[in-house]
């Protein structure tokens, strides 16, 4: 004859141990998780830098000299007219990133082939903007410019395809952005978290020009006219944006790969970021290509006014000595 034994419960006071003690873990774990998904995206999206760097690169080494920031108006007016096709700068790049598809079927006006080496090609008032086929094309989600921390496509206001920076007197200037809004043909462009590099405010007339950047409206440059103090190791070529801010409350809007050229440093690195700045979703740092390839992380918060080393290295010729370590993450 076998007896049977109760078995002993576990008492309430017991069971309350057990539950805090498995929620300490996951509040140890998730931080933990958190942790590693953003440096997985942070790697991911320095990569993506490093293959725009590189495809530059390449597009240098075949036609001797880097891609226009935009095939726009001459940078130093003031506004833009619309007879040129505002291509941006990323189109120019697309056979070098395995977009050679896209790129083969962008116009210039009607079914007129695109001349990428015409830097000054106008369309006669009608740009791409207004171009069915182009505008098609400009659809296009490419997974390579999108940084893997960032959903572009949850923006809410619209997509900005034009950054264009125009002088205010004799030493300073300003920004004007051309977007379309949300409901207005802005939800179904494709976007980008990678723009180049303007300099302070780019080419605008004024003694701001001392800070070019490498990538401004029918920009030609060359390896050899990059001039700053530490060459092309130190010098930014391009920088992860939002195109504006994901904070509540801030305006939440997104860059179009197909249009978006280069973006300045004046306002320096805005926390939480605007249309206007470099910004990322990454904690504390925003992430840039340098000119020879190489990717760094910026601090956010940094000016760009003054003797900031951070718009030293934004432009391409200007001389100073400046350590962008002292500015980096």
Known sequence: MIRARSRRGFTLIELLVVIAIIAILIGLLVPAVQKVRDAAARISCGNNLHQLGVAANNYHATYNRLPPGIYGDDPTVPNVSFNYSYV??????????????????????????????????????????????????????????????????????????????????TGSGSMTGWYFPNGGGGEVLGKTNYVGMAGAFGRIGNTR???????????????????????????????ETLGGSRAPGQTNSAA?????????????????????????????????????????????????????PYRSASGMKDGEVYDISAISN
């Not at 999108?146 to 205010?168: H, K, L, M, Q, R």
């Not at 470099?278 to 925003?286: D, E, P």
């Open 209 to 239: 020009d001392t800070w070019e950047g490498v990538f401004v409206s029918q920009s030609n440059n060359t390896m050899a006219g990059i001039t700053s103090q530490d060459g092309t190791s130190n010098t930014l070529m391009f920088g």
């Open 88 to 169: 941006g700068l990323i189109p120019s790049l697309l056979p070098y990133i395995e977009q050679d598809n896209i790129y083969k079927q962008i116009v210039l006006t009607g079914t007129t082939p695109f001349n990428w080496l015409n830097l000054t090609a106008q369309t006669g008032g009608s740009s791409n903007w207004w171009n069915t086929s182009n505008w098609n094309l400009a659809q296009y989600k490419i997974k390579s410019v999108v940084c893997p921390a960032d959903n572009p496509d949850s923006e809410t206001f619209g997509t900005f395809i034009i950054y264009w920076p125009y002088a205010v007197g």
């Open 256 to 308: 179009s790969w197909f249009g978006c050229n280069g973006m300045p440093t004046a306002w320096g690195m805005l926390d939480p970021p605007q249309w206007y700045t470099f910004g990322s979703q990454h904690t504390a740092v925003v992430q840039f290509c340098m000119v020879d390839g190489s990717v760094r992380g910026l601090r956010k918060g940094i000016p760009g006014s003054g003797g900031s």
